[in-house]
């Protein structure tokens, strides 16, 4: 995703925009993930993503309706499913602020 706002913090990066036909406010944030071989191998990589799902899975009903990117970089292997839930926290008002 070029060209929209985004943001580094910690083990992850974001980038986002708004999603088509947000104004009914019926729709929901969409998050995508992405962990490059950089932050480790097969089972590694693995990891960070399942902890990364589940964080999301308990933080997507505060997002604002946005197509979401996250972005794990090499300090995410030593994340936890708490590290990412403040992350998506602080994306949150991030995002609902309009700063970049």
Known sequence: MR????FVDGPLAATWRPREGA???RILARVGIT???KVGGAVVRNRVKRKLREAIRHEI?????VDLVLVARA???????TDF???LRAARDRIAGGSR
């Open 3 to 6: 060209g929209g706002p985004g």
């Open 23 to 25: 104004e009914t406010g």
């Open 35 to 37: 962990v490059s071989s």
């Open 61 to 65: 009903a505060g997002l604002p309706a």
């Open 75 to 81: 300090s995410a292997v030593r994340a936890e499913v």
């Open 85 to 87: 839930r403040a992350f």
